[in-house]
């Protein structure tokens, strides 16, 4: 059986692209005409759909402008001053009204959509205000009228107006036009000087308006700004100071930076609305129960001498502050106890106006943990209806509720604190475990500390014994804030018997109990710490050895203690780890970036920082030039006096061309016993200079030997981008080619080839 026949592709429909495409080859090519045609009006075409929309839209975005330049050509040329009105006028009055109504659409429009006002709209619109306004004046000029007539001051109001509701960049360029246009208007008029005085006063008036207007409405919105953040500042500070008195806030005084305030911020004002509500009610319905007129709740100050108002039943005038040692509730704060009166009662000063109480309830409010008092609630009548033992038990209570609400508030507080101090320490952990360099490392502990305790004064200090004798510097020392303490930063000391010094001595933390240090000497016996009230050293340790010490302070007393300080010596044996890691990296990359025997950087740094350097000089066309340059007769030193000579005349040009350099410039050991010297912003000129400077200090040099004084000389060729060439290779080359040259025609010298081949072309 045959197979069976594979099954035909399927036709393409008769007009469809496929069938369109495969018909092509075959078909003929089209006329001229219809060439021409679909490249005019078709879709592509130059007068097609597409394009006249596209024209359309510049056309009607340009109207503004278009009106704008037109107008105020007419302004300058005055014919629109000229008398009667007629087409002119009318077409100029057309054009610049379809052009603002256009602006005034397009803005409506965008304004509902949300889009700002942008320059350009701010431009378009101020333009023709102000176009629109001189128009009319010129008009009324026209029609009769004098030329100081009141039309005039249209002019004043417009730039004023623009002044004060554009902003600044737009304003004061359409002041600018505003002159201008007056110039233009005077110049146009024939120039005559008769008129100066008449244009100064409309220009000083143009400017006094603008500057006057702008000025009272800035200062009014400046007015208004400093107004609502001075109204913000005291709601914060009032639920801050709320938070305090209800212990929801710590009360330690420190000053927190940061996203850590705004965290306490938003804690504080979040649990303070609530536990305001929740007393709030409590005490609206304990003043309806006890019949009361007012009811409030005072919590005790820091330093328990006065009695602060937290809330208050809604209707009682109540003072916000109460002396806590004088009148009933002085008594209650005393003894602890409740206090009921009744009849003319005398030394009630917690209500603001209105008649005395005649009658007084007031309970002590005590915490539920310790029994601590917290403060004292309140309920008083105008009658002289006495208060019982059943409405002190009620409003005991209610006391008791009180104190409840607030303890659930303050264990909430101490839950979410104890938590960011916990973030707050693993995240300065963190980063200095990200940190590669040493100064990175003494910012970050520094940081880290400020996170975690009150830091008014900070220092870093690092052991130095490589001299043989042990001294101590001052790698970084900070204020509070951030700031730097110059005056510290740098300081160096010798091993003595000061905190310091005695701390990496031990290994321990320092002191270990309070002392007076207005009279302890922190570094040495000059430098003086003022202001503190505490203090705490901690050593930089890494396995068995102490690098230096972290140094804080702080103005409040017993800033450091407990929990503080364990973390502060857990930050500090991080940090010494950090130091350790990062002076290792940097010691691999001087190792892996510079040559082990000259100090100078490696031929593969120098070709990395060559291509930077050149890759900035293309990007600002600055100069650049190159220096290559070679040791004479280096084999024979070697031969002669040694490989050991030899590298001490390698160290000894190395310094000197170190020295020679400038803190930008690259110096380089090439190869051998070539260097290179890349000098950025350098032209030819001041490269020759420099070399030949380079090449008088080495031959001048002596290098003292066993066998005796020695002294050589160098080679050095000059290249310069981008004269002798703008590519890497080419001034490698040509400084090369320079180095070749000098050699062949006696050493000693510098040669700029680029500069030699001009020379002997001209």
């Not at 000029?141 to 009141?150: I, Q, S, T, V």
């Not at 490589?466 to 730097?484: E, F, M, P, W, Y």
């Not at 710490?529 to 103005?555: E, F, Y």
């Not at 950087?601 to 120098?606: E, S």
């Amino acid at each position: 059986m045959s197979p069976p026949a594979a099954a035909a592709p399927p036709r393409a429909p008769v007009g469809s692209a496929r069938e369109m495409r495969s018909r092509l080859p075959a078909a003929r090519s089209r006329p001229l005409l219809v060439l021409a045609w679909a490249a005019l009006l078709g879709d592509d075409g130059l007068l097609g759909e597409p394009a006249r929309r596209r024209a359309g839209r510049a056309a009607l975005r340009a109207l503004p402008a278009l009106a704008a330049v037109m107008t105020a050509a007419l302004l300058v040329a005055r014919p629109l001053a000229a008398a009667p009105l007629g087409r002119a006028h009318a077409a100029a009055g057309l054009l610049l009204a379809g052009a603002l109504a256009g602006v005034l659409v397009r803005r409506l429009r965008r304004g509902r959509a949300g889009r700002r006002l942008d320059a350009r709209e701010a431009l378009e619109l101020g333009a023709l205000v102000l176009l629109a306004a001189a128009a009319l004046t010129r008009a009324a000029e026209a029609g009769g009228l004098p030329r100081d007539a009141a039309l005039q001051p249209l002019v004043y109001l417009a730039v004023a107006a623009l002044s004060a509701s554009l902003p600044r960049g737009p304003g004061l360029a359409l002041v600018a036009g505003a002159l201008a246009l007056e110039a233009g208007g005077w110049w146009g008029q024939g120039g005559v000087a008769a008129d100066l005085p008449r244009l100064a006063a409309r220009g000083g008036f143009i400017a006094l308006f603008a500057l006057l207007y702008h000025g009272v409405l800035g200062a009014r919105i400046a007015a208004g700004r400093r107004a609502e953040a001075a109204a913000m500042e005291r709601r914060r500070r009032e639920l801050d100071e709320r938070a305090r008195q209800l212990r929801l806030l710590a009360v330690s005084g420190e000053a927190a930076e940061g996203g850590r305030a705004e965290r306490a911020e938003r804690l504080g004002e979040a649990a303070v609305l609530e536990t305001d509500g929740a007393a709030r009610g409590l005490l609206d319905v304990a003043g309806a129960a006890l019949r009361a007129t007012a009811a409030g709740a005072y919590l005790l100050s820091d330093d328990d001498r006065e009695l602060r108002l937290w809330e208050g039943r809604a209707g009682s005038r109540l003072a916000r502050v109460l002396a806590a040692g004088e009148g009933p509730l002085g008594g209650v704060v005393k003894r602890r106890a409740a206090v009921r009166m009744h009849g003319e009662l005398r030394g009630l000063r917690h209500r603001e106006g209105g008649p005395a109480p005649r009658a007084l309830l007031a309970v002590p409010l005590l915490s539920r943990v310790g029994g601590h008092l917290r403060g004292v609630v309140l309920a008083d009548r105008d009658e002289a209806v006495p208060f019982d033992e059943a409405d002190e038990r009620l409003l005991e209570a209610v006391a008791a509720e009180l104190a409840r609400a607030a303890a659930a508030e303050r264990l909430i507080r101490d839950g979410r604190a104890r938590r960011e101090e916990q973030e707050r320490f693993y995240g300065a952990i963190e980063r200095l475990n990200r940190v590669t360099t040493p100064r990175q490392v003494l910012d970050a502990v520094l940081a880290a500390a400020a996170d975690m305790v009150t830091v008014d004064f900070g220092a870093v200090t690092l052991q130095d014994d490589g001299t043989g004798s042990i001294r101590h510097k001052v790698a970084r020392a900070v204020l509070a804030g951030g700031a730097t303490a110059a005056e510290l930063e740098g300081k160096e000391f010798a091993d003595n018997g000061g905190l310091v010094a005695c701390a990496v001595r031990l290994g321990s933390s320092l002191p270990g109990k309070a002392l007076r240090l207005s009279e302890a000497i922190v570094f040495d016996e000059e430098t003086r710490l003022r202001g503190l009230s505490s203090l705490k050293i901690l050593p930089l340790r890494t396995g068995d050895a102490v690098l230096g010490t972290l140094v804080v302070g702080a103005h409040r007393p017993l800033a450091y203690d407990g929990d503080a300080v364990r973390q502060l010596e857990i930050l500090g044996l991080q940090a010494g780890d950090a130091l350790q890691r990062a002076r290792l990296f940097e010691a691999t990359e001087r190792l892996a970036t510079t040559d082990g025997l000259t100090g100078l950087v490696n031929h593969r740094t120098f070709q990395a920082r060559l291509d930077e350097h050149l890759a900035a000089a293309q990007r600002y066309g600055k100069k650049l030039s190159l220096l290559l340059t070679d040791i004479d007769h280096f084999k024979s030193v070697n031969d002669t006096w040694g490989h050991p000579v030899g590298d001490l005349v390698l160290k000894g040009v190395a310094r000197i061309l170190q020295k020679e350099a400038r803190v930008t410039d690259v110096a380089a050991r090439y190869g051998g016993e070539e260097f290179a010297l890349v000098m950025p912003e350098t032209d030819q000129a001041g490269a020759l200079r420099t070399a030949e400077r380079i090449r008088e200090k080495v031959a001048g040099a002596r290098f003292r030997t066993e066998q005796g004084e020695l002294s050589v000389t160098i080679s050095i060729g000059v290249a310069t981008f981008p004269g002798d060439g703008r590519q890497k290779a080419e001034l490698v080359e040509l400084a090369d080619g320079g180095l070749y040259h000098a050699k062949r025609h006696g050493r000693n010298q510098t040669v700029a080839l680029g500069q030699l081949r001009a020379a002997r072309r001209a």
